[in-house]
């Protein structure tokens, strides 16, 4: 048995682009970035982002297209497949992607204040302890930075 899954948080690098199938399948793309907070030499902290190559199809792209824009955070669940293609020098190249099945508007402050009325936005749901405020969050990073695990 196999399992290929990706789950992302995170901010779009761009707006999404909608385009359609010959068939009329609507299909968006969208560059996203997670952060990470690691130290640096001097010990400081610094976010250092990782990019992502998100699609989505039908439903999925047409909302994207329609709510998100630069910047907007979002929750995404899909697949990593791998796009090859050939560069302007005529070499064969190899690009990761994340095919999305789940998308999930957040909207900031914590509420769905950014989209239509009657429009359903599905944040997601955690179990276990309530949301912590960031400031909370932040310094409970800085200290599980100093387990050695």
Not at 102 to 121: K, L
Request: hydrophobic share 30%; aromatic share 10%; with cysteine.
């Amino acid at each position: 048995m196999s399992f290929n899954k990706i789950i992302l948080f995170g901010n779009l690098g761009r707006d999404p682009e909608l385009r359609y199938t010959p068939q009329g399948v609507p299909v968006c793309d969208f560059t996203m970035a997670t952060n990470e907070r690691r130290r640096d030499k001097s010990g400081e902290y610094q976010d250092v982002p990782m990019w992502f190559r998100v699609t989505l199809w039908r439903n999925l792209a047409e909302n994207a297209s329609k709510y998100l824009k630069k910047g907007s955070p979002v929750y995404i669940e899909g697949r990593l497949t791998v796009e090859e293609w050939t560069d302007r020098d005529g070499n064969a190249r190899q690009t990761l992607s994340v095919q999305a099945t789940e998308m999930h508007f957040i909207g900031r402050g914590g509420g769905s204040e950014n989209y239509p009325p009657g429009e359903q936005v599905n944040e997601p749901q955690y179990s276990g302890a309530p949301r912590q405020s960031n400031a909370a969050v932040s310094e409970a990073a800085e200290e599980d930075d100093d387990i050695p695990f």
